[in-house]
């Protein structure tokens, strides 16, 4: 496996169920990030681990619970979601080098799309 | 008023044709600019990334950054089917955020 991996790709859910996305990254990175994707909108930042600690939060909702056991992997557990969560998810990663404030790419993986029902 | 504004579209041209896109921006702070190209069912690439005010050329692809305007493009010479995507617009700011556009979905017709 190459770059960044996602899994399912596809997920269909009841608002009562309890599911996770999985996100692994194998380029090294020592940052990961959550994105949502929905039509119209611009992506939205969730979450964001650099060296494993969740550096930024934005107000995402507390049904979306993120976890970084490690710097290769990143999930994203959902419970009680609501229809309007129904988007595109995708994790990114990047080599954040501390104390500067360089460009670092973020690479992305292909998006788990998750339907709410 | 959004931090980064972006024609949605749908966008279509024959092939050969000249492309433009352009985002619009509010924050005078933001330091990078880059273009995203996204097909459909991947995630999103990096196509290229600028630092100041100017031109960037690779390829086919012009990037063009005006701060003082706060208004970037992308253009794409010669365009081609396999160019037919999403292209996101997005902008970093010093504290390292990330701030995209809704994207703007291009088809080129053979």
């Known amino acids: 496996e190459t770059g960044v991996t996602q899994t399912p790709r596809h997920l269909v859910m009841g608002m009562t169920n309890k599911k996770s996305l999985k996100c692994e990254q194998h380029l090294g990175h020592n940052a990961m990030y959550w994105y949502k994707q929905s039509a119209k909108k611009p992506l939205e930042l969730m979450f964001v681990?650099?060296?494993?600690?969740?550096?930024e939060n934005n107000s995402v909702p507390s049904r979306f619970s993120p976890e970084c056991p490690n710097s290769s992997h990143l999930f994203l557990h959902l419970h009680t979601l609501q229809p309007e969560d129904s988007a595109l998810y995708l994790c990114?990663?990047?080599?954040?080098?501390?104390?500067?404030?360089?460009?670092?790419?973020?690479?992305f993986g292909p998006g788990t799309r998750l339907t709410v029902l | 008023q959004k931090e980064v504004e972006q024609d949605p579209g749908p966008l279509s041209v024959p092939e050969g044709a000249i492309v433009s896109l352009n985002c619009t921006y509010s924050n005078s702070a933001f330091q990078y600019f880059m273009w995203y190209r996204q097909y459909s069912r991947k995630g999103p690439e990096l196509l290229m990334y600028t630092y100041s005010s100017g031109n960037k050329e690779d390829g086919r692809f012009t990037a063009q950054v005006d701060k003082s305007s706060k208004y970037i493009s992308l253009f794409i010479r010669d365009s081609q089917p396999s160019d037919s995507a999403t292209y996101l617009c997005?902008?970093?700011?010093?504290?390292?955020?990330?701030?995209f556009g809704t994207g703007t979905s291009l088809t080129v017709i053979p």
């Open positions: 681990y650099n060296f494993k600690e969740q550096t």
């Open positions: 990114a990663s990047s080599q954040e080098d501390s104390g500067r404030s360089s460009y670092n790419e973020q690479f």
């Open positions: 997005a902008m970093r700011s010093p504290g390292n955020q990330f701030y």
